[in-house]
């Protein structure tokens, strides 16, 4: 039930408005004093509050002023029922913080029409306030969720192999979190094994199939698994675990101490190979993403290249072609190819890679980042 205060050194209208506001449901308690109003509204908790302009013991517009800091986020509107109706009265009445003005005499069907208004807004702040405490306590909670995640997912990429002069990776997120992994581990046989996928759309969505294929990486790391049952198992995976709308582009590829590269690609962008001569090669991706086919249609036959003295392999997900720069210019094919060819002919893996870094952010410049950026630059330790 809606409680109203009223406050008002006139027994008769007291007796009024108790009157008018009962027929609509609402209980109301009655004060005559300044001390009493602030007593009652501290210990009665009104939803709304009658007032004169004159009250015993203090004025009524100190009394608006008092009520309504002890109101803190609650809203409850102050109305004013007043025999002094000059402008200069109201004007002062809504500058304390009046939310309404009725001249005394007033007519009952009118006061009932302005309760119910101010009964409404009560209910709607009531209704809003609720929502918000929801819209708070949801949001507390998907922070919390994202900062488990966060742990979760930074904890197993440290398992990754750090930048070095044989490798450097580059991960640079939309949202949040980022769809793209990449992933670099030697084996025991001293072959270098690597993933770089590419999750459909970005933030913690994208991330979903980051964990189990993970963790079946570094298995098939430790297990000395060969590339092509390695796509197989994660393909088994992310088909049953991810929805129909999700996929992940990837490559998975081993290179030996020699350079001898043996690579499975499906629905990534071609790979780049600086050559040391400056040509550029490619590592074409020729499968269909992984988690779109079942295990008896999916193609898990492998293709190879080699890296030579000076080679550079360079992969890139399709947030570093379709970079859009102010003027909504993608950065595409062809000048991603010069920007490779330029920056990798250093001869220090990890200068290559912060040259390439500041010029992609040089021509985002201050437009969004509409998807998560991964590049992958490796080079063979034995050359």
Same mark, same amino acid.
């Given at each position: 039930?809606?409680?109203?205060?009223?406050?008002?050194?006139?027994?008769?209208?007291?007796?009024?408005?108790?009157?008018?506001?009962?027929?609509?449901?609402?209980?109301?308690?009655?004060?005559?004093?300044?001390?009493?109003?602030?007593?009652?509204?501290?210990?009665?908790?009104?939803?709304?509050?009658?007032?004169?302009?004159?009250?015993?013991?203090?004025?009524?517009?100190?009394?608006?002023?008092?009520?309504?800091?002890?109101?803190?986020?609650? @809203?409850?509107?102050?109305?004013?029922? !007043? %025999?002094?109706? $000059?402008?200069? =009265? /109201?004007?002062?009445? *809504?500058? &304390?913080?009046?939310?309404?003005?009725?001249?005394?005499?007033?007519?009952?069907?009118?006061?009932?029409?302005?309760?119910?208004?101010?009964?409404?807004?009560?209910?709607?702040?009531?209704?809003?306030?609720?929502?918000?405490?929801?819209?708070?306590?949801?949001?507390?909670?998907?922070?919390?969720?994202?900062?488990?995640?966060?742990?979760?997912?930074?904890?197993?990429?440290?398992?990754?192999?750090?930048?070095?002069?044989?490798?450097?990776?580059?991960?640079?997120?939309?949202?949040?979190?980022?769809?793209?992994?990449?992933?670099?581990?030697?084996?025991?046989?001293?072959?270098?094994?690597?993933?770089?996928?590419? @999750?459909?759309?970005?933030?913690?969505? !994208? %991330?979903?199939? $980051?964990?189990? =294929? /993970?963790?079946?990486? *570094?298995? &098939?790391?430790?297990?000395?698994?060969?590339?092509?049952?390695?796509?197989?198992?994660?393909?088994?995976?992310?088909?049953?675990?991810?929805?129909?709308?999700?996929?992940?582009?990837?490559?998975?590829?081993?290179?030996?101490?020699?350079?001898?590269?043996?690579?499975?690609?499906?629905?990534?962008?071609?790979?780049?190979?600086?050559?040391?001569?400056?040509?550029?090669?490619?590592?074409?991706?020729?499968?269909?993403?992984?988690?779109?086919?079942?295990?008896?249609?999916?193609?898990?036959?492998?293709?190879?290249?080699?890296?030579?003295?000076?080679?550079?392999?360079?992969?890139?997900?399709?947030?570093?072609?379709?970079?859009?720069?102010?003027?909504?210019?993608?950065?595409?094919?062809?000048?991603?190819?010069?920007?490779?060819?330029?920056?990798?002919?250093?001869?220090?893996?990890?200068?290559?890679?912060?040259?390439?870094?500041?010029?992609?952010?040089?021509?985002?410049?201050?437009?969004?980042?509409?998807?998560?950026?991964?590049?992958?630059?490796?080079?063979?330790?034995?050359?």
């Amino acid at each position: 039930m809606m409680k109203l205060l009223c406050v008002d050194s006139e027994p008769v209208y007291r007796e009024i408005i108790s009157l008018c506001a009962e027929k609509e449901g609402v209980k109301v308690k009655s004060v005559a004093s300044y001390e009493e109003a602030i007593l009652a509204f501290e210990n009665y908790a009104p939803d709304i509050v009658t007032l004169d302009v004159i009250v015993k013991g203090g004025s009524g517009y100190d009394l608006v002023k008092k009520l309504k800091a002890l109101s803190g986020s609650r @809203f409850v509107p102050m109305i004013f029922l !007043a %025999s002094h109706t $000059a402008d200069s =009265v /109201m004007d002062k009445c *809504f500058k &304390a913080g009046a939310d309404d003005f009725i001249p005394k005499p007033f007519n009952e069907v009118l006061f009932n029409i302005r309760l119910k208004t101010h009964m409404r807004h009560v209910e709607l702040m009531k209704e809003m306030y609720r929502k918000n405490k929801a819209l708070t306590y949801y949001q507390t909670m998907i922070e919390r969720e994202h900062e488990m995640a966060h742990h979760v997912l930074d904890h197993i990429q440290t398992r990754s192999e750090k930048n070095s002069e044989q490798v450097a990776i580059t991960r640079l997120s939309a949202a949040s979190f980022n769809g793209d992994l990449a992933l670099v581990k030697t084996r025991a046989d001293a072959a270098r094994l690597v993933f770089v996928g590419d @999750f459909t759309g970005h933030g913690l969505p !994208a %991330s979903i199939g $980051a964990l189990p =294929v /993970m963790q079946t990486f *570094f298995d &098939a790391v430790d297990d000395l698994v060969c590339v092509n049952e390695l796509a197989v198992r994660i393909n088994r995976i992310l088909f049953s675990i991810l929805p129909d709308y999700m996929f992940c582009a990837g490559y998975l590829i081993l290179m030996t101490q020699e350079g001898e590269i043996t690579y499975w690609g499906g629905g990534m962008p071609n790979a780049f190979i600086r050559r040391s001569n400056s040509s550029v090669d490619y590592l074409q991706s020729n499968h269909m993403p992984l988690g779109i086919l079942s295990a008896t249609e999916f193609e898990a036959d492998l293709q190879s290249n080699k890296l030579n003295a000076g080679d550079t392999l360079i992969i890139v997900s399709d947030g570093v072609l379709e970079l859009k720069n102010c003027h909504e210019e993608m950065l595409g094919d062809n000048k991603v190819k010069t920007l490779i060819s330029n920056a990798y002919a250093e001869k220090s893996l990890i200068t290559a890679q912060q040259i390439i870094e500041q010029q992609l952010a040089e021509y985002l410049g201050e437009s969004e980042q509409l998807d998560d950026i991964t590049l992958v630059a490796l080079r063979s330790p034995c050359l």
